[in-house]
């Protein structure tokens, strides 16, 4: 009987560690980055109004937070994307469900920065650059080269693009990417066994927030 309740722990336990797998982007080789035609305008990013959000799970618990957009461009043509690239600050991850003067937020942060993790001292950056822009009702289906951890794949989501006075605002859909395909594989359960509650959840849900002027 103590076996039995066991072993349905465990499966309780890591069932619970699987997200849902909804919005999660299918990656695939890089692809090639089209040159700007002349007649695009160009929109500068603005930094202190221009973010990643991240939220990462585990059979207990999650995590959510903010990076930094270091400096970037946003490319249109008659008010419509048509191309752009962003840097990523790693060095600016921000946990926000832990108080910020609490012990263990200055632990979290410090561990994903690691080499275990984003390995933020050789990765100070990562990258996402517009390959392709493609119509979808009221939205776009923005298509890009997403570099982490120098691990570069293509990755497709939806996202909002507004035009007003000089300000363009890039908004996308939360979607998720396999954190292993970029080389993180930190207590994922595709690389390690008998985990239990420490497992991490190959998923991390993740949305661009971006705001460009002329």
Request: glycine residues 6%; positive net charge; aromatic residues 8%.
């Amino acid at each position: 009987m103590k076996k039995l309740i066991l072993t349905m722990l465990v499966a309780v336990s890591v069932m619970a560690c699987k997200t849902d797998s909804k919005n999660k982007v299918e990656t695939s080789d890089a692809k090639e980055v089209e040159a700007v035609k002349s007649e695009t305008i160009s929109y500068v990013v603005i930094n202190d109004k221009s973010t990643l959000t991240w939220k990462g799970f585990k059979p207990t618990e999650s995590h959510n937070g903010t990076i930094a957009i270091s400096k970037g461009v946003l490319s249109l043509t008659d008010n419509n994307l048509v191309g752009g690239k962003f840097k990523i600050d790693m060095n600016s991850i921000v946990v926000l469900d832990i108080p910020a003067d609490n012990e263990y937020n200055g632990k979290l942060v410090g561990h994903l920065k690691a080499p275990d993790f984003f390995d933020v001292e050789k990765f100070s950056t990562a990258l996402f650059e517009i390959t392709a822009v493609a119509k979808n009702g009221d939205k776009v289906n923005v298509s890009g080269n997403l570099t982490i951890k120098g691990i570069t794949k293509n990755i497709t989501f939806p996202a909002k693009v507004s035009e007003a006075n000089g300000l363009v605002t890039f908004k996308s859909d939360l979607f998720k990417i396999d954190r292993t395909e970029f080389g993180i594989q930190y207590n994922s359960g595709k690389f390690f066994k008998n985990l239990k509650d420490k497992m991490i959840d190959d998923l991390v849900e993740v949305s661009f927030d971006v705001k460009a002027k002329k």
